[in-house]
């Protein structure tokens, strides 16, 4: 069992901000008081300076390498949030106030994602999950398309709920937007079968401040000036994501991470698999303690990312939590919202301490079972 000290990482179950590989964290501390060859920090320098022109350059090669994104789609890197990609997609996609985006309502997220549509059009909740308190996900036949609609709307995995798609869901004619803020860069995407997917990087690609926006590039004509500098994707196209000053540190982090899973991982392939087998470990483990464990998401659409599960009470709920921050593993305590207990077992997560958790959940069920 790990034991937690000043001196020790401890594991860290966060939703986010999350891990981080210890690798990377090692080039930030070497590389933080001076970047080798430009004798000033990454913190220091100039956006518009020689120095961080290739670290922008870098960062946005790699993601489309690491993400396999086709030519003709931009990668913009932008600030705000989701908060702010709730506003500026229907902002940027619905070009007319009589217009319709449609949208997967799955969890917390993605229903606060379709709040801002009101603002520049019709909203039309295509699927909605709250009557099942979302342990599911829409079976085929079950989303209400609209005709001609603006673009489909979905959130790939939802944090608090623990529900994941495994395939990007049937748009028909619209164009599909993902929000895949929880879980970029942790699998293989078809970038292709959507039209802008954006994410923000604090959960599997970086650390916050940052959100990366995949977008087609005839998608950009929509907004064709229509919208103020900051709102409108075609600007900072154009700008090569400096329509302002951009977040220069998290891109830079954002670089390495990338750089981790395309060498030291080798693709989101092989990245896949190990995020498939830390889920494994803990879902087996969750099935087979005779109810003591109970999952929130049905078994067909559990999350890789976050494990969602509860005790037989929430008072060993919070006993299960603090113990387990005892013991060296923090950031158990499920949402507010649902309660229970929450483990994101992102990229970083090491095999190590999903293994130590297990150990752990074993040994907490053995002793109040």
Not at 76 to 100: D, K, R, V
Not at 306 to 334: C, H, I, Q, W, Y
Request: proline letters at 5%.
């Amino acid at each position: 069992m790990i034991t937690a000290s000043a001196q020790t990482r401890i594991f860290n179950f966060s939703s986010g901000p999350a891990v981080l590989p210890e690798s990377v964290l090692e080039q930030i501390q070497d590389e933080i008081v001076c970047l080798p060859g430009v004798g000033s920090s990454i913190l220091e320098i100039s956006h518009r300076g020689s120095a961080f022109k290739p670290i922008l350059e870098d960062a946005r090669h790699r993601y489309r390498s690491v993400l396999k994104v086709p030519d003709d789609y931009e990668i913009l890197f932008l600030q705000g949030g989701a908060i702010l990609q709730n506003a500026m997609i229907p902002a940027n996609l619905i070009t007319s106030p009589h217009g319709t985006a449609d949208y997967l309502v799955t969890g917390a997220w993605s229903k606060k994602s379709s709040q801002d549509v009101r603002f520049y059009g019709n909203l039309n909740v295509a699927w909605d999950g709250g009557s099942h308190n979302f342990d599911r996900l829409p079976q085929t036949g079950e989303i209400g398309l609209t005709p001609n609609a603006a673009y489909l709307h979905y959130t790939s995995n939802e944090t608090i709920h623990g529900v994941q798609f495994a395939s990007p869901p049937d748009s028909g004619d619209a164009p599909l937007v993902a929000d895949m803020s929880s879980d970029i860069l942790s699998r293989p995407v078809d970038v292709s079968r959507h039209g802008l997917i954006y994410a923000c990087a604090q959960k599997n690609a970086g650390v916050a401040g940052l959100t990366v926006v995949v977008i087609r590039r005839d998608l950009l004509e929509r907004s064709a000036g229509r919208l103020p500098t900051y709102m409108d994707y075609s600007k900072h196209a154009e700008a090569e994501s400096m329509a302002n000053t951009p977040p220069t540190f998290a891109i830079y982090v954002s670089g390495l991470i990338s750089r981790w899973i395309e060498d030291e991982i080798g693709g989101l392939e092989k990245m896949d698999r190990i995020n498939h087998d830390k889920a494994a470990t803990l879902y087996k483990l969750i099935d087979s303690s005779d109810g003591f464990y109970c999952g929130h998401a049905r078994p067909e659409v559990r999350s890789m990312m976050n494990v969602v599960f509860r005790t037989p009470s929430e008072e060993l709920d919070k006993r299960f939590a603090d113990e387990a921050n005892d013991a060296g593993m923090s950031t158990l305590k499920g949402h507010r919202s649902l309660g229970g207990l929450r483990a994101s077992i992102y990229n970083a997560m090491p095999v190590a301490g999903v293994e130590a958790l297990a150990q752990f959940m074993n040994e907490f069920a053995r002793k109040n079972g």
